[in-house]
């Protein structure tokens, strides 16, 4: 039935998905301006043994939810680019475990990535979308947005704060995944920050729980819940294949469909409790 087809979806994340971030001297990363700048410890043993993360999407969909204390009660909370807590815990929270961010946010001048307080809380990865089947090298030579020098410039004004960079390859494969189980042929564009982040806190959590990634009843053409601004693509997808994205994991949720509908919550079995 539609449970056991969800649970051969995350087992097939499981078995086919590279989550990690980059190591020191890796490739590209082994020349001298890098030394110093990517972190020994991986995410996993940086942020110690978890057990409940949450995953809050920036969706308008967030505003009145009042899902705030329960964000905050998970031991971890990922959030995305520019989501702000303050003035939004009621429906937000106010925990900021790790933040994932895009190298168009890390480049953009309105942003302020270098030097924004916002960006201070938590520990940072950051993705780029890299080319296609792409190497290291040759990611490293054309990224779509200049991620390294940013995130070097960010380590070096906030050299406390632990940052890392995601991995590229998880892109792809997470497309190849989204593609051979949508129905139709997807943009080839790499999956969302929602999608990434959702799998990243899979690989470190028993217990992953993904606010308004798939819409509620609260469901709105507001983007984003910290800024007036509406465009339904950003809950349905323009440049990403989210409709496809969200549809993977509307198929993975071992929660109730009832707790989508009225919270916008999703509730997923981390990678390390499947037995395949
Ligand atoms: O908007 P964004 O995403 O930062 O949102 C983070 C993740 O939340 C989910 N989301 C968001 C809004 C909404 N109405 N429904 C949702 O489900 C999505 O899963 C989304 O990934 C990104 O994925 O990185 C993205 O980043 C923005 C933008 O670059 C950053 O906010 C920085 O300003 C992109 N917007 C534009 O390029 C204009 C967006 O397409 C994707």
């Not at 004004?157 to 129905?183: K, R, S, Y």
């Not at 007036?228 to 509307?250: M, S």
Request: one cysteine or more; hydrophobic letters at 40%.
């Amino acid at each position: 039935g539609a449970r056991q087809m969800g649970l051969e979806l995350l087992c097939q994340l499981k078995a086919r998905l590279t989550v990690r971030t980059l190591h020191p001297g890796e490739g590209p990363f082994a020349a001298p301006e890098w030394r110093g700048i990517l972190p020994e410890r991986d995410l996993a043993e940086e942020l110690g043994p978890l057990q409940t993360c949450a995953v809050v999407s920036s969706a308008g969909s967030l505003q009145k939810s009042g899902l705030g204390k329960e964000i905050d009660a998970h031991d971890a909370v990922l959030r995305f680019n520019a989501a702000p807590t303050i003035g939004y815990e009621h429906d937000v929270g106010s925990k900021t475990t790790v933040r994932l961010v895009n190298s168009q946010l890390m480049a953009s001048k309105e942003q302020h990535f270098l030097d924004n307080p916002l960006y201070d809380s938590g520990v940072l990865v950051a993705w780029d979308p890299a080319p296609y089947a792409a190497d290291l090298q040759e990611w490293y030579r054309s990224p779509d947005y200049p991620i390294f020098t940013q995130f070097r410039a960010r380590r070096a004004q906030h050299p406390h704060q632990a940052a890392h960079i995601l991995h590229p390859q998880l892109e792809w494969e997470l497309w190849e995944l989204i593609q051979e189980n949508a129905a139709e042929a997807i943009q080839r564009n790499p999956p969302s920050s929602g999608l990434l982040g959702t799998v990243l806190m899979l690989s470190l959590c028993p217990l992953v729980h993904v606010y308004e990634y798939l819409p509620s009843r609260r469901q709105t053409d507001l983007c984003h819940y910290y800024e007036h601004f509406q465009d339904a693509a950003c809950t349905l997808g323009a440049y990403h294949p989210l409709l496809f994205e969200k549809n993977l994991v509307r198929r993975m949720n071992r929660g109730l469909d009832a707790d989508v509908f009225q919270h916008g919550r999703v509730t997923l079995p981390g990678l390390s409790t499947l037995n395949c």
